[in-house]
């Protein structure tokens, strides 16, 4: 009787567990009931043979293969060698519009052996009719819209570009993103989504977080903006002859004084200099090395005749000097450097000239982009590192689609990767936690790099990071590098450059004023060339060693 009764509570506990495993797998497998929800959805999962067309062109030699993620059983299409071109490609069913509704570009990317020169981006082709075949894919298929990390060099962005036909000229026209996100530096997973919004709006995500946000139609976002400026430079016309951009000239009625000595010397003696008293006028300033001694091996008829090696004279120590004492030399008052007319405001001056305006043949307005429609998905790229992993390709309207590919198909996969690089970071700088502060700072420098106003010194400052990456015991040497690199342009922003240097002031300058300038220039050269020869005289003669 007590058996029978366990049963029920048996079947019912069944079912609650039951209950829970569909909860769950129906979570961990939602990316494969949304692909109802995509228009284009490629997991990799199977074989890409016979369904993704590589190209047959004699440049793209590089073998694409059918493989598994590192330390995952998700397979995905491999870039398997090194300083090869690949170039394969995917035909949809139907061409996707982009010019209704919001459209989502997603996929992932795995550089399992890093990135240090190449491309990581996918092409969304224009239909064939557009001039191109599939076995004939290559850099030069027209495409609509190019997204994806590229690194080499300088270069370390996540590329938007997209090409638009201009309906005045029919010429098509790149557009690139400006100020793009930077690549991720590490060896994990990572999904970039750009999504296309009706309102003009385009959002780029790295991992879900957004990194940058543009608008089709800013001049700000795009270069060259997507609308032309309304008018031009007149390619015809000509600066006339008799236009006159300086905006000073010498002074045509100034003469040259006549007490105005063009040939008197900088400086001359000082003939009320004395000799300072204590001065040792019979004693060098070096002798030989009392306590040196001729080697034992010393050969005279080879090595030649044996010199002391030379010390320096004990007692010039407490006297001013020894040696002959010379004369020193003073400013001579009278100097006063080439004579040059002053400068006066030019009165024939124009200003600088520029070609007049005319009015853009290729102008237009537009509410939004006119986008060519996207009918195939490609990855033609070029690069120095293999281990290049694609996966999860995916087309949508809706970004809450994207976000659940996302969370199902990108997140169990990344945070594995995550725990297993802490794990080994730990194990291997034991528990003071140093690497783990490291990938912070490198992470922090990266975002900082990415600020839009430090874009012309952006390759400077990866440099450093990058040293510091290859070199973890230097980190905090290239971090107070990179601060000064951020510091001297934060200053050059606010003071506008070096600041001007302080002109000394010159005594006895009587109408000299105006010639400043080049009475410094040659006053700079004298003192150059005293330096040098007080250096050689200073210069010790070379010492044998004993």
């Known amino acids: 009787m007590g058996e029978r009764k366990g049963i029920p509570m048996a079947l019912g506990l069944l079912a609650m567990i039951l209950f829970f495993i569909a909860s769950s797998s129906s979570h961990l497998v939602r990316a494969s009931g949304d692909a109802d929800d995509a228009i284009f959805y490629e ?11 590589v190209s047959d062109k004699e440049d793209y030699n590089g073998v694409w293969k059918h493989a598994k993620s590192d330390g995952h059983d998700d397979y995905g299409l491999l870039v398997s060698e090194q300083a090869r071109k690949y170039a394969i490609v995917k035909e949809l069913a139907e061409s996707v519009s982009l010019k209704d509704g919001t459209v989502v570009l997603q996929f992932e990317t795995r550089l399992q052996n890093g990135l240090e020169c190449g491309g990581a981006y996918i092409k969304y082709l224009r239909p064939q009719e ?13 495409y609509s819209i190019m997204f994806g990390p590229d690194k080499c060099g300088a270069t370390n962005k996540v590329h938007f570009i997209f090409k638009h036909k201009n309906p ?17 530096s590490d060896k994990l997973t990572h999904v970039y989504t750009a999504i296309l919004k009706p309102d003009n709006e385009l959002q780029i995500l790295i991992d879900g977080e957004e990194k940058k946000k543009a608008n089709f139609l800013s001049s700000e976002d795009f270069e060259p903006p997507l609308i032309p400026s309304k008018t031009i430079p007149d390619p015809d016309d000509k600066k006339p002859e008799d236009w006159d951009e300086r905006a000073k000239i010498p002074d045509p009625s100034a003469v040259k004084p006549d007490d105005w000595d063009e040939d008197a010397p900088m400086e001359i003696l000082d003939e009320e200099a004395e000799n300072p008293e204590g001065w040792l006028d019979d004693e060098p300033e070096e002798i030989d090395d009392p306590e040196a001694t001729k080697p034992e091996d010393w050969d005279d008829e080879e090595d030649g005749e ?19 004492w010379k004369r020193p030399t003073k400013r001579n008052p009278a100097y006063k ?45 070029w690069t120095m590192q ?41 194990a291997a700088t ?19 790099a990415d600020i839009p106003f430090l874009s012309e010194h952006k390759s400077k400052i990866f440099d450093l990071i990058e040293k510091a990456e290859k070199q973890p015991n230097l980190t905090i040497g290239i971090l107070v590098a990179v601060v000064v690199v951020f510091v001297s342009i934060f200053l050059r922003l606010i003071f506008g450059g070096k600041k001007p240097a302080k002109v000394e002031k010159k005594p006895e300058r009587t109408e000299a004023s105006n010639n400043q300038g080049s009475g410094e220039n040659e006053e700079n050269k004298e003192k150059e060339k005293q330096k040098e020869e007080a250096s050689n005289a200073a210069r010790r003669r070379p010492r044998r060693e004993t």
Do not use: M
């Not at 997991?43 to 067309?53: A, K, L, Q």
């Not at 010199?307 to 010039?316: D, G, M, S, Y």
């Open 430 to 448: 034991g528990s003071d936690g140093i690497s783990g502060f490291q990938k912070k700072v490198f992470d922090l420098l990266y975002k900082i």
């Open 43 to 53: 997991s990799f999962d199977e074989d890409f043979d016979g369904r993704w067309i």
């Open 168 to 184: 005045k000229s029919g010429e098509y026209v790149e557009h690139h993103l400006k100020y793009p996100p930077s690549v991720p």
């Open 130 to 142: 557009s001039g191109w075949k599939p076995k004939e894919f290559d850099n030069e298929s027209p």
């Open 306 to 324: 044996w010199e002391a090696p030379k010390i320096e004279n004990p007692k010039c120590e407490a006297a001013p000097g020894c040696g002959e």
């Open 337 to 381: 450097g080439k004579w040059s007319a002053p400068y006066i405001d030019n009165p024939s001056y124009k200003g600088i000239w520029k070609p007049r305006e005319i009015p853009n043949p290729e102008y237009f307005e537009l509410a939004k982009p006119d986008f060519e429609p996207i009918a195939a998905i490609g990855i033609e790229i």
């Open 386 to 426: 293999d281990g290049i992993l694609f996966d999860n390709v995916l087309i949508a309207n809706d970004d809450k689609v994207a976000e659940s590919y996302r969370e199902t198909t990108w997140k169990p996969k990344f945070t594995v990767e995550k725990d297993k690089l802490k794990a080994e970071e730990e």
